[in-house]
């Protein structure tokens, strides 16, 4: 079965400090892959995806995420936090064929941002 | 681009009781999906329309379960005898329908059901 893992619930940080939240797959192909943040009270904002060629995308808001296929992995970095980034980030997969917004998404992990 | 919208933002209900939500997609967009949401998880893919058909449901989605997206424009969700297990938030979201390429999932803030 297709599966996106979120290690961290949880991860706390201090305002400019790098960021590094992980995301595992597990598809049986390669997985077309997203990050989305949510805030209180607002919709999943996409952040970047990876449908194919070059492993490193570049998102909004000064994210990045490297997909790493031998490590069936997708994190999503930024260099330097800043307090609005405190939020909920959640990673999500999807599959080809016609079904491809059908996305099967991780548990979240909450980003805590100390100034 | 006005975004999708839902309406309601927040629903309490009583259990047995029915419950319907709207959900407008952004103009022109063909794809209509339907995700719920519980605390502490992540959203769960319930069920999307290509403009008026309803290509394919989840298994989470019981016969209490109904949507509707008449002439391709806004959808409906309505639950049928809700049950406490129902309470959660659900969320629409819309895309162009281009292609796994180009395919981009704008989301409404959702609509907050509680069931008493």
């Known amino acids: 079965a297709q599966s996106v893992t979120q290690p961290d619930i949880h991860i706390t940080v201090s305002e400019g400090a790098s960021l590094e939240l992980r995301c595992n797959y597990s598809y049986g192909a390669t997985p077309y892959l997203f990050w989305y943040v949510q805030s209180p009270g607002q919709g999943l904002q996409l952040l970047l995806k990876?449908?194919?060629?070059?492993?490193l995308v570049q998102g909004i808001k000064g994210f990045e995420a490297e997909f790493k296929r031998s490590q069936s992995s997708f994190n999503l970095r930024k260099p330097s936090v800043h307090w609005s980034d405190a939020a909920e980030y959640f990673c999500a997969g999807g599959a080809g064929g016609t079904s491809y917004g059908k996305l099967t998404f991780g548990q979240g992990t909450i980003l805590t941002v100390h100034p | 681009d006005t975004g999708v919208s839902q309406d309601p933002r927040h629903k309490i209900t009583k259990r047995g009781q029915n419950v319907t939500f709207r959900c407008d997609p952004i103009?022109?967009?063909?794809?209509l999906y339907w995700y719920r949401q519980t605390l502490g998880q992540g959203p769960e893919f319930l069920t999307y329309?290509?403009?008026?058909?309803?290509?394919?449901k989840s298994r989470l989605l019981s016969d209490r379960f109904s949507a509707e997206r008449p002439k391709g424009s806004f959808s409906t969700l309505e639950i049928q005898r809700t049950e406490q297990g129902d309470s959660a938030m659900y969320l629409c979201?819309?895309?162009?329908?281009?292609?796994?390429?180009?395919?981009?999932?704008?989301f409404g803030s959702g609509t907050q059901l509680s069931v008493l």
């Open positions: 103009s022109e967009h063909n794809r």
């Open positions: 329309f290509q403009n008026e058909a309803q290509l394919e």
């Open positions: 990876y449908f194919s060629g070059d492993t």
């Open positions: 979201a819309s895309s162009l329908g281009r292609g796994a390429a180009n395919e981009k999932l704008f």
